[in-house]
Each structure stands twice: as C-alpha cells, then as structure tokens.
C-alpha cells in the first residue's frame, strides 16, 4: 500500500448530495420568528476577508443570492478594515447574517472611530478606491448603517429573495 492509499483510505466519502428543496429551507425558516440568524466575530486583518466570504457562501449554498451576498460581506468587511479602528490593533469585525423567508440580511459591526458610511457616494471613473458601498448599494434591496463613532457601527444591506408580484400583498 502506497501513502497515496493510506491517505485516500482516510478521507472519509462524501455520497453525492441532492439539491435542497426550497420549500425546505422556508419550511425551516419559518420555525423561527425574525428567521435564522448566526453571527462569527473575525480578527481585524485582510487575511480574514476571505473567511468572511467563505462564512456567507457556507451559510447560503443553497440560495441562488449567495454569490451576492458573498460579495456584499466581502465589501462591507474591507470598508469596516479599511474605515474603522477594526483594522488596528486587537481589531475585531463581526458578520451577521440573518435569513428570513423573503429577505437575506448581511450586516459587519465595527469597533467605530470611523466615518459614516455613505452608500450614495459618487466617485471619478479613474479612482482606483471609494466603489465597495456603491457596488454593495447596487446589488442589494435594501442599505443602512446603525451606531456611533464610540460604540462602533452596524453596516447592513439586505437582498429580497422573493419578489412580490402587484395584487398578492392586497394592494
């Protein structure tokens, strides 16, 4: 038996999965008023974006806004970086991501001392920095930003994930 063997003996075989059904992830969801939410505090260094984006896209494999909103955490965990005392020292930023049946929330807090996020932000077609809000404002349904410079602030956009078609909310 060669390494190779052992090794291949040690990997455990994953069978191939199905596509989960939607009905099932609502289904789920709805067990919880407000929808599901989990959140992961990253320390504050460039290396961990990456781990952000991972974090989202791990969280919705199976909602076709995934690559979204692995986008929009990516973004908005290098603006907490780059704008916020996260990137300093002992920095911490959090992601959170909370699904409900018809929305997807992704929301970074920073440790503040940073300046308020404006998504509406014009920038030169030249400038080589200042687009991650506008892309995230492009993508998403929805923009904001909670808190202060001491307590830190909650930047969040969220996705609707399912389109209400004129007639069915009674209007």
């Known amino acids: 038996m060669t390494f190779t063997d052992n090794?291949?003996?040690?990997?455990?075989?994953?069978?191939?999965?199905?596509?989960?059904?939607?009905?099932?992830?609502?289904?789920?969801?709805?067990?919880?008023?407000?929808?599901?939410?989990?959140?992961?505090?990253?320390?504050?260094?460039?290396?961990q974006i990456p781990h952000a984006r991972y974090f989202a896209r791990y969280l919705l494999a199976d909602s076709p806004h995934r690559d979204d909103a692995e986008l929009i955490v990516a973004e908005l965990a290098t603006n907490a970086l780059q704008h916020s005392s996260s990137g300093g020292p002992h920095g911490t930023f959090v992601v959170e991501i909370t699904r409900a049946i018809a929305t997807i929330t992704l929301a970074v807090y920073d440790c503040g001392w940073g300046p308020i996020p404006r998504f509406a932000r014009r920038c030169r077609t030249n400038a080589e920095r200042g687009r991650g809000l506008a892309i995230v404002a492009a993508i998403a349904d929805q923009t904001g930003h909670e808190g202060n410079d001491t307590t830190g602030h909650k930047v969040w956009a969220r996705i609707h994930t399912q389109t209400t078609l004129k007639g069915e909310d009674g209007g």
């Open 7 to 47: 090794v291949h003996a040690l990997i455990p075989r994953q069978r191939a999965q199905s596509p989960i059904k939607p009905e099932h992830v609502d289904a789920m969801i709805a067990l919880y008023p407000g929808g599901l939410r989990w959140r992961r505090t990253f320390p504050g260094t460039p290396d």
